[in-house]
Structures are given as structure tokens and as C-alpha cells.
């Protein structure tokens, strides 16, 4: 028998395990980064960003992102230390000293492997890197059921004029890979995006588009679009705002790779 078994069953529950640490978001709340601006001028600037889980987008009334696996790319390729940090009860928060022209990613990128297995006589639970796994188990153990979880939270700023370099997919999880700029969105234009997942188009997933302000609303006027055959999904922006767009996906397992459960969270800034 092969020691290590790889249970669709677990993929799910391995989601809900990696949100208790990761800064992402149960079925009910929605994981968020809302940059205080998106276009900048000037040779330099700053921006703040809050970051947190809410039953609606950017409205800080649930709980705090953890921000472990905050980076922040410049358009040079260089990554930028956040400065000001600091974690509410409601939200986290930091700001962004931009000092080169071009596009800027802000992502909270977490995820890992959980697993479970028997260990004399008893079910005992793993949680680790891709890259200590499964070396990181504990001699002896037996039934191994493993999933991999990959999760994405982000934004996108410019300074100055458009740049494209920080675009790049890493070809792990869920990603997204902007068709039309993300700081380049008006109004009467729609915004095209392909999802990637490990580097390949992501077909067929539904992709959740909000506007923010829902507090004041009766309704939350969602948007609900599927990816084509080559990941692209299309968006006709209502109103000019602040939008967060979800997806998530699941992988089964095949040979020696994992079941994958990801997700993908990204905001951008819609102009009149």
C-alpha cells in the first residue's frame, strides 16, 4: 500500500485549516488590501493600505488580515519594505513610500501543506512548506493524507506612467495576469484579466466581481462572470469605485503532486 494517500476530502478541509493561520478569508468573509490611491504623479509618493475580512468588501467589521506574506514589487523588480505597520482588532495597516515611476504589486501571498496521518494508533495532524514536506513527517507515520493550499491577496498602484514588468505570473496558485491595466480601468471601458492556475489558463471558473460602499446599499450589486477557454474573463463596470474581485479553484492530485486549494483576491480602482 502507498504510504502517502492524497483524499480530495482533505483539500477542503485543508482550506479551512490554512485560514486559522493564513490572511485569508472563510466562505462568509471576503480578504482585502484598499490602497489609499492607485494613480499617483511626482517623482515621489506615499500610500496607505488597509487590509482585512469582512462580510463586505472594505468595510473593517470582522477581522485583521495577518500580513506574513506581504511583498511589495516596484517596477524596477526590487521588493520594498512596508513602513508603519501596524494590526487593529478590525484591520491592518501600512504604508508604501513609492520612489520609481511605473506599476507597483502589492500582494499577501500565504499557503502551504497540511497533512494528516496515523502515528501510534492516533490521527495527527502536519502543517508545513511544499518544501518540507513530506521529509517533515514524523518517522512511523502511516496513511498520509496531504493537500496543498495556495492563497492570493492583492492590489496593484502607479507612480507616473504605466509599466507592465511587475506583472509576471510566478506560475504557482491562482493568479491573475492583467489583460487591461489594472491602473489604467474607466468607466465606459471593460477591464479584461486571464486567471492562471500553476501557470496555465484557468477555464470555466466563476469569478466574483463587488463594489465597495455596500453599507450604504440595499443590495450588494454583485457582478458574477466565468473565465473562457484561455482564463480570460471580462468585466462592464456599473459606476465608477473601488472593486475586489474572487475566484477559487480546486486541483485534484495526480502521481506525486498534491490536490491544490486556491484562491485568488485582488482590488482595483475603477475611474469615472
Known amino acids: 500500500m502507498n504510504r502517502y494517500r492524497f483524499s480530495p476530502l482533505l483539500a477542503a478541509a485543508a482550506g479551512v485549516i490554512a485560514l486559522m493561520a ?24 506615499w500610500i496607505g493600505v488597509d487590509a482585512g475580512m469582512s462580510n463586505g468588501v472594505f468595510i473593517a467589521d470582522h477581522a485583521a488580515m495577518r500580513l506574513d506574506g506581504l511583498t511589495i514589487l516596484g517596477p524596477d523588480g526590487q521588493l520594498l519594505e512596508p513602513e508603519n505597520m501596524m494590526r487593529g482588532r478590525y484591520r491592518s495597516t501600512f504604508d508604501v513610500h513609492l520612489t520609481k515611476q511605473g506599476t507597483y504589486r502589492i500582494a499577501n501571498v500565504m499557503g502551504g501543506v497540511v497533512a494528516s496521518y496515523m502515528l501510534n494508533g492516533e490521527r495527527q495532524r502536519w502543517r508545513g512548506t511544499p518544501a518540507e514536506y513530506p521529509q517533515g513527517l514524523p518517522e512511523g507515520a502511516t496513511e498520509v493524507e496531504a493537500s496543498l493550499s495556495a492563497m492570493r491577496v492583492e492590489t496593484f498602484v502607479t507612480l507616473g506612467d504605466l509599466s507592465d514588468e511587475v506583472f509576471t505570473p510566478t506560475g504557482h496558485g491562482l493568479e491573475m495576469v492583467p489583460l487591461t491595466h489594472p491602473n489604467d480601468l474607466v468607466l465606459d471601458e471593460p477591464g479584461r484579466f486571464r486567471l492562471l492556475v500553476d501557470g496555465e489558463p484557468a477555464a470555466g471558473l466563476e469569478v466574483t466581481i463587488a463594489r465597495g460602499g455596500t453599507r450604504y446599499r440595499t443590495s450588494p450589486e454583485e457582478i458574477t462572470v466565468t473565465t473562457n477557454a484561455d482564463g480570460v474573463y471580462s468585466v462592464e463596470w456599473p459606476q465608477a469605485g473601488m472593486y475586489w474581485m474572487h475566484a477559487a479553484v480546486q486541483v485534484p492530485g495526480a502521481g506525486d503532486k498534491l490536490p491544490l486549494s486556491a484562491q485568488y483576491n485582488g482590488v ?4 469615472p
Open 22 to 45: 493564513a490572511p485569508l478569508v472563510a466562505e462568509a468573509h471576503r480578504a482585502w488590501m484598499a490602497p489609499s490611491s492607485t494613480v499617483l504623479s511626482g517623482s515621489d509618493a
Open 268 to 271: 482595483v480602482e475603477v475611474l
